[in-house]
């Protein structure tokens, strides 16, 4: 008899629903067909009565499954009329195509901070009262919004490709046209296209180790294959890029060179060049992706690696998620012109570009006086909560347990843990605990190691966090001690 498997990773609910599913549409169990009793049934599969009852809902509300209070639950007549009908299996099909879904530590973090009141040290994102709400607000109340809502240019909205020229020279020193961004949703969407168009399947690209990257299924739908690039202090090393290069014709490398997400890290002058030497000598393309730079907390952002880019070798991305808000969906990328033009075309393909209104308002944000005030108020609080999350990591944990690199931007903090405990485990003791966080393997590392994003929990609720986080880190070092 078919059981629910416990070691797939899959909830026994879904796996119980998805089989009665099956045997419904497969015409084992006809329209009108009696089901056991949820406890029967529960009995009957070594679940608890509980999962029999999620599973059922799921079928009821497909419309599979029919239940009346006293006659108990039956295959649905009106769904599936007197003549047996098959339904397409819409689990299988989701579960198929070539498009991955996230890690499942991401899936896990975002159920249970859709369920649960729990303080988020996970999310990658600023804090409600970070974002310039008010002045955007303000400013688009000065002026009435009166361009024209028809589908917007291939490359983007032009204002806003416009006010990005002055923004990057005057922010990150970079010179450039509006013929030669592209405007994207996110940086996310730019990184998407690259490895769409630029890059086909069994191509080999190195990214940086840890990397968001590795948190992106994206690159293995592409059907890339991804090697490592380790980061130090001071970012990747140009030598390990010249080594990976000759073992695997990589043909395309991915660098976040400023406040690296996951290590905080910058990487240093003299290997920004000796890396743009490596590219320049091997005509290998550098994806810059810097969404972070100008959360500095020192008033000096680390300039891009493009400044340094006299050969043309480097894409270079950004985006208002981490300095302004992220639900504007606002990423721009500047790029040689054929480059522009081809994943401007893709785009269009995908979804006829980005909506204009959005794009308004970031153009607004960008020209006005409230930019540069706000970005002020920006690191001033990053570099507070910073140093929140710090203390009480020192107050709630004991020297040897913990490591940590002191960013002084972005908005995460990259922990080693000592020793290393297991990355799940870890994961549903905090949650338990009240806490989230996103485990190291997220990013490519070995067990043991977490991120704490500072930016987007409350300043008061970072302390508590950090103890429960301790508690919980206690709990499976408790039960790893008790098992050894
Ligand atoms: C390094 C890095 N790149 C890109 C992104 C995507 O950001 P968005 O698409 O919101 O601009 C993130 C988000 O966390 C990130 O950390």
């Known amino acids: 008899m078919w059981k629910p498997d416990r070691d797939s990773g899959t909830p026994l609910y879904e796996q119980i629903a998805d089989h009665l599913e099956r045997r419904i549409s497969y015409g084992e169990l006809p329209p009108g067909t009696q089901l056991p009793s949820e406890r029967k049934l529960a009995e009957q599969l070594g679940v608890n009565r509980s999962t029999i009852i999620q599973a059922f809902a799921e079928l009821r509300a497909m419309g599979i499954l029919e239940s009346r209070t006293g006659s108990g639950t039956r295959v649905s007549l009106s769904k ?65 919004f009166s361009s024209y809502l028809g589908y917007d240019h291939p490359q983007g909205y032009l204002p806003l490709r416009q006010a990005l020229v002055g923004f990057l020279e005057t922010h990150r020193g970079l010179q450039t046209t509006e013929s030669s961004i592209l405007i994207t949703s996110g940086s996310q969407q730019s990184l998407y296209l690259i490895t769409q ?58 660098l976040n060179p400023n406040y690296q997400n996951p290590t905080g890290t910058v990487m240093s002058e003299a290997r920004r060049k000796a890396v743009l030497e490596v590219a320049s000598e091997l005509a290998l393309p550098i994806v810059e992706d810097d969404p972070f730079s100008l959360t500095d907390y020192n008033g000096a952002p680390p300039p891009p690696f493009k400044t340094l880019d006299t050969a043309g070798s480097v894409l270079y991305i950004g985006s208002l998620s981490k300095i302004a808000a992220s ?65 009480a990591l020192r107050r709630e944990l004991r020297p040897e347990q913990i490591e940590f690199f002191i960013p002084e931007g972005g908005l995460h903090l990259w922990c080693k843990l000592l020793p290393p405990v297991h990355d799940g485990r870890l994961l549903e003791a905090a949650i338990r605990r009240g806490v989230v966080f996103v485990p ?40 790893q001690d008790t098992n050894n």
């Open 327 to 391: 639900g504007l969906r606002i990423g721009w990328m500047v790029a040689p012109r054929t480059v522009v033009e081809r994943l401007a075309d893709a785009r269009q393909q995908m979804d006829f570009g980005l909506s204009i209104i959005p794009q308004e308002i970031a153009a607004r944000f960008l020209r006005s006086e409230a930019l540069l005030p706000h970005l002020d108020r920006l690191q001033v609080e990053l570099h507070y909560k910073r140093d929140l999350l710090i203390e």
């Open 197 to 254: 168009c630029l890059l086909a399947p069994g191509d080999a690209v190195a990214v940086e180790d840890p990397s968001y990257c590795y948190s992106l299924p994206m690159f293995q739908s592409a059907g890339l294959r991804l090697f490592r690039l380790p980061v130090d202090e001071e970012g990747v090393h140009p030598d390990d890029l010249r080594e990976v290069y000759r073992m695997h014709r990589i043909k395309m490398v991915f």
């Open 80 to 144: 599936w009329g007197a003549i047996p009908k098959h339904t397409p299996n819409w689990k299988r099909y989701a579960e198929g195509g070539s498009f991955l879904p996230n890690p499942p530590f991401m899936r896990r973090i975002r159920e249970v901070l859709s369920q649960q009141e729990l303080i988020d040290l996970a999310s990658g994102e600023l804090a409600a009262d970070l974002a310039p709400t008010d002045e955007i607000a303000t400013l688009m109340s000065e002026r009435r």
């Open 440 to 479: 190291g393997s997220v990013y490519g590392s070995e067990s043991g190691y977490v991120r704490f994003t500072f930016a987007r929990p409350d300043a008061a609720d970072i302390g508590p966090g950090i103890a429960a986080f301790a508690q919980a880190l206690n709990d499976v070092q408790a039960s």
